[in-house]
Nanobody
Framework: QVQLVESGGGSVQIGGSLRLSCGVS????????IGWFRQTPGKEREWVAV????????DIWDSVKGRFTISQDTAKNTVYLVMKDLKPEDSGIYYC????????????????WGQGTQVTVSS
C-alpha cells in the first residue's frame, strides 16, 4: 500500500514560483510512476507531469512545459513539482498519484492518490 501526502501549496502572485512536494510512504518503489494533477472547479482533473521512478524519465503536459518541472529525491522519498512563471489558470488543487504503469497514471486511473494541496495564483 502506497500513501502519498502533498504539501507546498499556497497563494502566490502572477509570475511567482512554488515547489510542491509529494511524500511517498513507505518509500519510492522504482516500479512506480508518480504523477501530478490539478483540479479546478467545473473541470476534469488534468494530468500535469509524470516521472518514472526507476529511470527518472519525465513527461510534462505541453501546456506547462518550460514552466513546470518534475523530479524526485529518493533519499527523501519525495517527488517534487517546481512551478515557475505562474499564471491564474494554474490555480487549483494539485494532487499526486502513483501506480505501476505510465498509462494508468496519466489516464487518472491510479490506485493511490494524495489528498491534494491548494495553489492560488492572483495579482
Amino acid at each position: 500500500q502506497v500513501q502519498l501526502v502533498e504539501s507546498g501549496g499556497g497563494s502566490v502572485q502572477i509570475g511567482g514560483s512554488l515547489r510542491l512536494s509529494c511524500g511517498v510512504s513507505p518509500n519510492i518503489d522504482t516500479k512506480y510512476y508518480i504523477g501530478w494533477f490539478r483540479q479546478t472547479p467545473g473541470k476534469e482533473r488534468e494530468w500535469v507531469a509524470v516521472i518514472a521512478t526507476g529511470s527518472g524519465n519525465t513527461d510534462i503536459w505541453d501546456s506547462v512545459k518550460g514552466r513546470f518541472t518534475i523530479s524526485q529525491d529518493t533519499a527523501k522519498n519525495t517527488v517534487y513539482l517546481v512551478m515557475k512563471d505562474l499564471k491564474p489558470e494554474d490555480s487549483g488543487i494539485y494532487y499526486c498519484a502513483a501506480d505501476t504503469t505510465y498509462s494508468t497514471v496519466v489516464m487518472r486511473r491510479s490506485r493511490f492518490w494524495g489528498q491534494g494541496t491548494q495553489v492560488t495564483v492572483s495579482s
